[in-house]
């Protein structure tokens, strides 16, 4: 509908609820007259009388009282739509979808959103755990979580945390059988547990240092998984070596439960 025609039919909406011309004239801060012409040329390209026009009142025709009750309910409610969007604005409400790596979710994100989400009752929150580089358009996240280096120089990235340091942990019935590295070439002669990378399906290496210098060393060993939480657990059960964030180890370092090794 032309952008003329929308403007005619809310001037004779005005008209027509008010049964005045000059109170409506008054409410859309135009002249009398203006309105009048208005009015009329709606009724010259409809070919219909809107509207009963005397010296003392004006009144819908058959035809105008059908308009008024018709369009006029549609115009409200598209008032009302936009009185609620507006609530929107001191109000923020919908659905936040986020990426994120299990260690973020548990130990950045999951704190946060403990204290947001209660302040917040119309905010919804996704997230998917996955360690892969997801294409966050492509997949209509709003936001990803990852490693600082594994961001791609065209993405705008802000810290959310500090720098995450990380542990080569074992079991002590692991090390019954066998004695603790004493340098990273010793990780050799060790069950190291591997932990595969999704998106380009090799395995991560271990990133150490030695006299200030970084390792990168890639480890073997009987198991593999993509997820760090089954990396701890398996080293939990004296399966072999694991390299793990040390804030997830720290409370089985401090019961005893896991030893760490080669530390700087």
Known sequence: MPRQNVNDLLAFLAV?????????????????????????????????????????????????ERLLQTVGHRFEEIDAELEALSVLRDKPAGTIRITAGEHAVNSVLWPALTKFLPRYPDIKVEITIDHALTDIV????????????????????????????????????????????????????????NLRLPTYGGLYAWELEKGGRELKVRVEGQLVFNNPTQILNAALAGMGLAYVPQDSAQPHLDEGLLTRVLED
Not at 154 to 159: E, G, N, S, T
């Open 16 to 64: 027509a609820r008010d049964r005045s011309f000059t109170k409506a004239a008054a409410k859309l801060g135009v002249s009398q007259s203006a309105l009048s012409h208005t009015v009329r040329g709606l009724e010259s390209r409809l070919g219909l009388r809107l509207l009963t026009r005397t010296t003392r009142s004006v009144s819908p025709t058959e035809a105008g």
């Open 138 to 193: 492509a997949q209509r996240y709003d936001a990803g979580v990852r490693f600082g280096e594994q961001v791609a120089k065209d993405m705008i990235a802000v810290r959310i945390g500090p720098d995450m340091r990380m542990a080569v942990v074992g079991a002590p019935s692991y090390f019954a059988k066998r004695p603790p590295p004493k340098k990273p070439q010793d990780l050799t002669d060790h069950n190291c547990i």
